[in-house]
Structures are given as structure tokens and as C-alpha cells.
T-cell receptor
Framework: DGGITQSPKYLFRKEGQNVTLSCEQN?????MYWYRQDPGQGLRLIYY???????QKGDIAEGYSVSREKKESFPLTVTSAQKNPTAFYLC?????????????FGPGTRLTVL | GENVEQHPSTLSVQEGDSAVIKCTYS??????FPWYKQELGKGPQLIID?????GEKKDQRIAVTLNKTAKHFSLHITETQPEDSAVYFC???????????FGSGTQLTVLP
């Protein structure tokens, strides 16, 4: 099956620990994105990557880091510098980086920091 | 940057009735407006989108209208069914921003 996978579905971490969320796609898409979703709010862009080995900050990049070493993979690290990391994290991909390229979303990872 | 406002935040309708969700945007350069449906615990799914050179688009029971002058766009769902119950998000994108800005979402509940 083609699609976007995110793992794990639920993740618990202690305060002060870094944690890495996985995102993999087999759609042969060039662009990938990370969003954060808080209750009652829309999605906010953390980072995006238009091509391998390149990525740009979104609206709320502070406390997060990413890498794009392979076309299929775009892992997100939530660092201890992120003040309020508990949230639902969504990864997306699109065929190109054009603004009208449809973004397809993965199932999400719910991160809870204790 | 772009700002997207979405109303209402919650909407309850009887099965078979119509539902309308409205969004306004601030950046007059925005030219792409997708709508996403998110079911509980899942990622959003694109249900319909519209580009700025079109005023209306329909896909079976779903339609989207765009008023560029007023900078607002709306989602219309006719003959609602219980499986339409979900959170709906609008979004806007402009060439200068090269990214989507999302509204805050509408929880639609279709009552049987």
C-alpha cells in the first residue's frame, strides 16, 4: 500500500528528554512537512522540506529539529528546548513544493511529556 | 503573513440537512484553498479544493465557493449523513508564503 506512516502512534517521554518522531512515505513525493496540532486549534507548520538535504523553518520551529537525508524519510526531533511539547504531530507529503500540490497526511503521533 | 479565520467552531445539524462552514483570509495574494476532513485520532484528508480563478466547485454532496473580493470561502455539505461527522479545516496558500495556513477547525455533528 502506498502512503505515509508515522510511528509510534502514542509516545510518552519525561520532561527534559529529546524525542524523535518518525515519518516515512512511499509515494515518491519530493516535499514533506511537519505540523503540530493542539486541541481546538488548526495545524501549525513546524518545518518543511522541498527536496533531499534541504529544509526550511515554518511558523513554530523553535525547539524542534529535522533532517532529510533520504527522499522517503523526514524525522522530527522534539528537543528539551521546546517549552510545551505535548501535542498531536502530523507529517504530510506532496508531489512537488508548489502551493497547489495536494498535501497528504499521515495518521499522526500523539506525544505526551510527563 | 496569512491569517485564516473559520466559523463556526461547532455545528450540529439533523441528518439530511445542509451544513455550511465559512472561512476568511487576509492575504489577497492567496490563490489556493483546500478543505480537509479529520476524523478522531486520524490525520486530515483532503475533501475538496479550489483555485482563485474559479468561483465554485462541486463534488457530489460537497461544494466550495470563493469570493476573492471579500476574501472569504465556504464549504457546503448537502444531505448530511452521520458519517460526515468530523472536524473540518479550511486552509489558504499564497505563492509568496509557499505554505498552507489553516483555520482553527469546525466540529460538525450530524444527528440521526
Amino acid at each position: 500500500d502506498g502512503g505515509i506512516t508515522q510511528s509510534p502512534k502514542y509516545l510518552f517521554r519525561k520532561e527534559g528528554q529529546n524525542v524523535t518522531l518518525s515519518c516515512e512515505q512511499n509515494l515518491n513525493h519530493d516535499a514533506m512537512y511537519w505540523y503540530r496540532q493542539d486541541p481546538g486549534q488548526g495545524l501549525r507548520l513546524i518545518y518543511y522540506s522541498q527536496i533531499v538535504n534541504d529544509f526550511q523553518k515554518g511558523d513554530i520551529a523553535e525547539g524542534y529539529s529535522v533532517s532529510r537525508e533520504k527522499k522517503e524519510s523526514f524525522p522530527l526531533t522534539v528537543t528539551s528546548a521546546q517549552k510545551n511539547p505535548t501535542a498531536f504531530y502530523l507529517c504530510a507529503s506532496s508531489m512537488g513544493a508548489g502551493i497547489t500540490d495536494t498535501q497528504y497526511f499521515g495518521p499522526g503521533t500523539r506525544l505526551t511529556v510527563l | 503573513g496569512e491569517n485564516v479565520e473559520q466559523h463556526p467552531s461547532t455545528l450540529s445539524v439533523q441528518e439530511g440537512d445542509s451544513a455550511v462552514i465559512k472561512c476568511t483570509y487576509s492575504d489577497s495574494a492567496s490563490n489556493y484553498f483546500p478543505w480537509y476532513k479529520q476524523e478522531l485520532g486520524k490525520g486530515p484528508q483532503l475533501i475538496i479544493d479550489i483555485r482563485s480563478n474559479v468561483g465554485e466547485k462541486k463534488d457530489q454532496r460537497i461544494a466550495v465557493t470563493l469570493n476573492k473580493t471579500a476574501k472569504h470561502f465556504s464549504l457546503h455539505i448537502t444531505e448530511t449523513q452521520p458519517e460526515d461527522s468530523a472536524v473540518y479545516f479550511c486552509a489558504a496558500s499564497s505563492g509568496s508564503a509557499r505554505q498552507l495556513t489553516f483555520g482553527s477547525g469546525t466540529q460538525l455533528t450530524v444527528l440521526p
